[in-house]
C-alpha cells in the first residue's frame, strides 16, 4: 500500500483521463464510483501548501476511475469549466440500467440534454447510449438505420423500446 500523500509509478496511470473541478473532485468521484459499475474512488492528495485555489490541507487531486478508465480530478478552481466537447460515452445493456443511470445523473443536480446526452450537476457530459441504440444505427438496412437515428433525434433519454420500433418500421 503506498503511503498517503506519495506518488509512486504504479499510482498514476500512464494515461490518465484529468478532469477539472472547483473544489469538488472528490465528491465527483464518489458520486461516479456509487453510480457507475467497476469505479472507484483511489488516493486522495492533499495541497503541501497554499495555491491560488486553495489551501495547504485541502484536496488537491484526486485519482478515480469512471467504467474501467482512470482518472485524476483536479480541485484547479474556477478558471475552466467542463463541456460538451469531452464527454464519457457509457453503452448500457436493457432500458433498466439506461434508466438507472440517466436518472441518477440528472436526479442528482444533473440536466437532461438531446439524443442520450445529459449532464452532471459538475457540468461534465454523459452520453448513456443503450448497445441496441448502437446496432439499430449501424443496421446494414439502411432504411432501418435511418429510421432508428431518426427517432433518436427526438429524444432525450434514449427509449430502447423506441428505437426498436423505428428500426423495424
Not at 497554499?50 to 480530478?73: E, H, I, M, N, R
Not at 439506461?98 to 459538475?122: Q, Y
Request: glycine share 8%.
Amino acid at each position: 500500500m503506498v503511503p498517503p500523500n506519495t506518488v509512486s509509478r504504479n499510482t498514476i496511470s500512464r494515461n490518465t483521463i484529468c478532469l477539472w473541478y472547483d473544489g469538488t473532485a472528490l465528491e465527483a468521484a464518489t458520486f461516479y464510483a456509487e453510480t457507475f459499475p467497476d469505479s472507484a474512488v483511489g488516493e486522495i492528495f492533499r495541497a503541501p501548501a497554499d495555491y491560488p485555489s486553495g489551501q495547504q490541507g485541502d484536496v488537491l487531486t484526486v485519482l478515480f476511475t469512471v467504467a474501467g478508465l482512470p482518472c485524476l480530478g483536479l480541485n484547479g478552481g474556477p478558471a475552466f469549466q467542463h463541456s460538451e466537447a469531452f464527454s464519457f460515452q457509457i453503452a448500457t445493456d436493457d432500458q433498466a440500467e439506461t434508466d438507472r443511470l440517466w436518472n441518477a445523473i440528472v436526479g442528482n443536480g444533473g440536466e437532461e440534454s438531446a439524443c442520450g446526452w445529459c449532464k452532471d450537476k459538475w457540468g461534465l457530459s454523459w452520453q448513456i447510449t443503450p448497445r441496441a441504440l448502437t446496432a439499430a444505427i449501424a443496421d446494414p438496412d439502411r432504411a432501418a438505420a435511418r429510421r432508428a437515428f431518426e427517432a433518436m433525434m427526438q429524444m432525450t433519454r434514449i427509449d430502447i423500446a423506441a428505437i426498436e420500433a423505428a428500426r423495424r418500421g
